[in-house]
């Protein structure tokens, strides 16, 4: 049913047709407005037969959800940024326990200094604690993604999250083809869990495991992503089946064909980097470019083979590895090892820095010049930077480096360190 939606909304009507049977809630922004979209179909009755449980922190949210998914209930919980670090510990327990929990990520920058903004350094911060990443470019696929992430989870017995842009989707209003729940049951089989905790037959999970097997029981957590890479792409086939609309998969190729310059990334900067690849394609440029939708596990064969034939690759990510530059890019690295071509990182969007076609335009055509350095800034303010790098040489004081930077930018801001 189309219906003009926020995504936040969008997708908390998709989760409940899902019949979780626990929810875990805990509001930090972006992701509040799900939890809370949740709720309020739980209390109307629109859920039937779930628990919703309000909690005093994120590392609760995820505890609580470990404990009601190894009870054998269908299990789901949202959170964002440092509620994501903060709950590290029980998101490493979820994945090592083989829990089959699904969890939204509302993608936001990590502090200091304080950033409630987009960018993904938060997911990236969990991506190789053993759950499976898949990244959503609009909200219509934020809807699809939680439908498909409850059956893969619970296929796998492997924790899932489904990661959207803060803001630019939780909280755009869009037209959005919400299922309905005949459409979701058609869909996602009831919850049969693989282990139940029952106090007649006691048993320990998460015990004490010594060298003698902590090597094997990692490496099933390694095998399950192995699975899950062909598991995704079934589990979309099926969903068109059923939906009638393509969504998810491990990568999806935009123009590719005769392309030289591809552009990786993933999430809802897609949608601005299609725009300008139409516009230059019509003046003639050969550039194509490729979604990721699913980063963990991450598709190795599946993008080498949508890049075949290009002769540089550009990678646009929302988050940075300091001292060396792309996440997502070292990741396309090793996927192109047997290929000889250049892979270069423009480090984008941080901390929700508007990512404008003028820019990427320019990048692109860099690229295609060779005139590309391998880690790009797209818009960094070089001078700003320069003159706290100078002032810090000078004084050889820690000082609020944020807030001179600040001030740098806004010479009418108060005064602060020199």
Not at 151 to 159: K, Q, V, Y
């Amino acid at each position: 049913m189309l219906k003009q939606l926020e995504g936040s909304q969008a997708m908390a009507e998709a989760i409940g047709y899902c019949r979780p049977e626990v929810v875990c809630a805990y509001p930090i922004t972006p992701q509040t407005h799900i939890v809370e979209g949740v709720g309020a179909l739980v209390k109307d009755g629109t859920i039937k037969n779930c628990e919703y449980i309000n909690v005093e922190s994120e590392f609760a949210a995820l505890s609580v959800a470990i404990g009601a998914s190894a009870a054998g209930a269908r299990t789901y919980t949202a959170t964002a940024s440092q509620g994501l670090l903060f709950m590290a510990e029980a998101v490493y327990n979820a994945a090592g326990l083989g829990l089959p929990i699904v969890m939204t990520i509302g993608n936001r920058a990590i502090g200091a200094p304080i950033n409630i903004w987009n960018d993904h350094t938060d997911s990236m911060a969990m991506k190789d604690a053993g759950w499976i990443q898949l990244f959503a470019e609009t909200n219509q696929e934020a809807v699809d993604l939680h439908i498909q992430a409850f059956r893969l989870a619970e296929e796998l017995s492997c924790p899932v999250m489904v990661c959207v842009d803060g803001f630019i989707l939780t909280h755009a209003y869009e037209r959005i083809d919400v299922p309905t729940q005949d459409e979701v049951d058609a869909f996602l089989p009831p919850f049969e869990p693989i282990q139940v905790l029952d106090p007649a037959e006691p048993y320990s999970i998460g015990a004490m495991v010594g060298p003698e097997a902590f090597t094997e029981v990692r490496y099933l957590g390694h095998e399950k992503q192995l699975q899950a890479l062909r598991l995704i792409p079934e589990i979309a086939a099926v969903f068109k089946e059923v939906f009638g609309r393509e969504s998810g998969g491990l990568v999806r190729p935009y123009k590719t064909e005769g392309a030289e310059t591809i552009v990786v990334a993933l999430g809802s900067v897609n949608g601005t980097i299609k725009d300008v690849i139409d516009d230059m394609q019509g003046d003639g440029a050969k550039i194509g470019s490729v979604s990721i939708s699913s980063f963990r596990p991450f598709p190795i064969e599946a993008l080498a083979a949508a890049l075949d034939g290009a002769k540089r690759v550009v990678v646009i990510e929302k988050s940075l590895a300091p001292g060396l530059g792309g996440v997502v890019a070292s990741n396309v690295r090793m996927a192109l090892a047997r290929q000889s071509m250049p892979v270069h990182t423009v480090i984008a969007g941080l901390g929700g820095r508007p990512i404008t076609k003028t820019s990427l335009k320019e990048t692109f055509e860099s690229a295609a010049e060779d005139r590309l350095p391998d880690v790009q800034f797209l818009d960094l303010d070089h001078a700003a930077v320069e003159h706290e790098i100078v002032r810090a040489r000078a004084t050889r004081k820690s000082g609020p480096t944020a807030e001179n930077i600040l001030r740098q930018l806004n010479p009418c801001r108060p005064s602060v360190q020199r």
